[in-house]
């Protein structure tokens, strides 16, 4: 079983549209969670840390279920500049999702 | 930018050659994390250096190793390259461990 499980999309959704992503993890052990994004060919970007009671920035927002093992990031009021390749990230060593695809469509 | 820079940038190898990618931290960082990218998959996890000691290993192979130097930059040597090496191999530099590691832009290594 993998260590991080997240769906690959893509997702295409509208300018203004809300989505989610989820992002299951294997070690119940976990006590690091991230959320980073990946522009084409570019390196990853820390979008932000996951904590046990949710964080909010700005349109973002993190949360964290240990029960069900999972954490999610919302989008809200999607722009065309968040058209990227969001990877989830659990753990001390860091084991990455596979990403999930965002398009953002005009 | 976060401060972590790579080099080379790029490079093209044969296989069966030993390459060594470079990695200088962000300031005031002192441990780096090496990664591996394959096209479409997310990065994995190579291994993780703490003030020049080894602190945790992926399962990459043996013929994957690293240094950290006493100012906290760090090398990759990766020996007889396969052609299954060709890859984005990225270096994260962090505060502590554990902690939010800041990625440098990556080398792009091909294996004819």
């Known amino acids: 079983r993998k260590e991080v499980e997240q769906d690959p999309g893509p997702f295409n959704v509208p300018e203004g549209a809300t989505v989610a992503f989820n992002c299951t993890y294997s070690?119940?052990?976990?006590?690091?969670f991230f959320w980073y994004r990946q522009d084409c060919r570019k390196e990853p970007k820390l979008l932000m840390s996951?904590?046990?009671s949710g964080n909010e920035d700005g349109r973002f927002t993190a949360q964290l279920n240990r029960a069900s093992q999972y954490i999610s990031l919302l989008i809200r009021d999607s722009k065309l500049s968040d058209s990227a390749t969001y990877l989830c990230?659990?753990?001390?060593?860091?084991?990455f999702g596979t990403g999930t695809s965002l398009t953002v469509i005009p | 930018e976060t401060g972590v820079t790579q080099s080379p940038t790029h490079l093209i190898k044969t296989r069966g050659q030993q390459v060594t990618l470079r990695c200088s931290s962000q300031?005031?960082?002192?441990?780096v994390s090496w990664y591996q990218q394959a096209l479409g998959q997310g990065p994995q996890f190579i291994f993780q250096?703490?003030?020049?000691?080894?602190?945790g290993r992926g399962n990459f192979p043996p013929r994957f190793s690293g240094l950290q130097f006493p100012n906290y930059s760090s090398e990759l040597n990766v020996n007889a390259l396969e052609l299954d090496d060709s890859a984005l191999y990225l270096c994260?530099?962090?505060?502590?461990?554990?902690?939010?590691?800041?990625f440098g832009p990556g080398t792009r290594l091909t294996v004819t």
């Open positions: 994260a530099s962090s505060r502590d461990r554990p902690g939010e590691q800041y």
């Open positions: 070690n119940s052990a976990s006590q690091s």
């Open positions: 996951v904590y046990s």
């Open positions: 990230v659990v753990g001390n060593q860091f084991y």
């Open positions: 300031s005031g960082h002192n441990t």
């Open positions: 250096y703490y003030r020049e000691e080894e602190n």
